[in-house]
């Protein structure tokens, strides 16, 4: 049973900083393609970043080098390090398996619960 976890959301001013973690179990993240989308207060979910199996990660625009996306073999966990946050970044952040391309990471086959992120001063 393929299980993913969020946790690391929470409430940052603007400029501030935080790392979602992506807790997995029954999927090896390294062996698919991983990444994160988030769904702003009333707006539709968005595709932020994605990690392929091979290859270079790609992010959406609007968090490019801002976020990084990293992994931990060892423990199976995704991060997610977002740096710059902007009130335009809060929302519901869902880590996401199986999809390998980043504007369609909303209907991948494998998400989690999600991690809510505030930025506001």
């Known amino acids: 049973q393929v299980q993913l976890m969020e946790s690391g959301g929470g409430s940052v001013q603007p400029g501030g900083s935080l790392r979602l973690s992506c807790a997995a179990s029954?999927?090896?993240?390294?062996?698919?393609?991983v990444g994160w989308f988030r769904q702003p207060p009333g707006k539709e979910r968005e595709g932020v970043a994605v990690?392929?199996?091979?290859?270079?990660?790609s992010y959406a625009d609007s968090v490019m080098g801002r976020f990084t996306v990293s992994l931990d073999n060892a423990k199976n966990i995704l991060y997610l390090q977002m740096n710059g946050l902007t009130p335009e970044d809060a929302g519901m952040y869902y880590c996401?398996?199986?999809?390998?391309?980043?504007?369609?990471?909303?209907?991948?086959?494998?998400r989690g619960q999600g991690t809510r992120v505030t930025v506001s001063s």
């Open positions: 990690r392929p199996i091979s290859g270079r990660t």
């Open positions: 029954g999927y090896s993240i390294n062996a698919h393609c």
């Open positions: 996401a398996g199986g999809m390998c391309d980043v504007r369609e990471q909303p209907r991948a086959r494998y």
